[in-house]
């Protein structure tokens, strides 16, 4: 099966993020852990959480007179824990559900209301302006996944509305974030039921498909996907310029060199510190090889004097040597 084989060469993908974060409770993660951060709406939601919150419920069924239990369909369980964590944690469900659903059974016809987009309430925001949402939209309607849009293909297929959490990126260990951004991919991509809900294509083979590359295991837990399938943006936080496949990236010297595209990807939200000294790709030394990473514009100097002075003894001992004779 292809999960099989996803499974065995990615690894580390499929090991829950947190359990690379650090053991010390941060302010970060103080704000993110559910035990002391309530929703003002927390009230409000669990109702919807006493049957959405788990894979079963129970409800009343007055024709018949008593109680009924039933298996939540799996596509609408939300993890209570991850939805606390989540961008829209302040959230009440019905900010963005009909407030139609607070009545029990819910009326049929509500399964059919039109769900909002990022711009619905992002688009022309001051508040959100620094994140760029009217280029990012630009930037996906250029992508190879905008021609899917017909079928199905949203942002919330890429972005859970009830799990995405834009903080990761503010994670200390860059591995948490390669692991969260990568598994958003793999929901499709390495799940061909999913998949083959927007395409009639036939099952890729994520591990196949990249056999060109060397040291395929090692790429896979230290880069996102997006590395090599977008196109550098320095417009957004994250390009959503989605190339196809012929286009992606696979040149070395791309990555591995004193200009790696990384330093405008993965590791742009990096501190800016790390980078002071003149050296060019210091941030990356530790995280991947890269071809003169520790170069720093004093040395380099340096080198060039000392080598002007040898050059200038080996002509002066030349010459006089000619003199001499």
Known sequence: MQSTWIAFCF?????????????????NNMINDTTTYKSPYYKDNERCFKCHGQNQYEYLNENLGHNIKALMYSELIIDRDKFYKANHKDFSCIDCHSADYVN???NGKLRMEQMFNCLDCHGGDEKFARFNFEEIQAQYQKSVHYKLENEGFTCWKCHGPHDYRISIRNSEDIRET???DNNICLQCHANYDRFKLLTDREEINIVRKHDWLPNQ?????NVRCIECHTAVSDTVLVSHL??????AVKKCNECHSKNSLLMSTLYKFQSKEQRRYGFYNGIILNQSYVIGANR????????????GIVAVIVILHIYFRIIRK
């Open 242 to 247: 989605i190339l196809p496949g012929a286009q």
């Open 217 to 221: 295991e090692t790429h896979f837990r």
């Open 104 to 106: 029990f059974p819910h």
């Open 178 to 180: 390669i692991v969260y």
């Open 11 to 27: 690894g580390a993908f499929f090991i829950p993020a947190s359990l690379f974060s650090s053991g010390a409770k941060t302010e």
């Open 296 to 307: 720093n514009e004093f040395l380099n100097l340096l080198s060039l004097v000392i080598l």
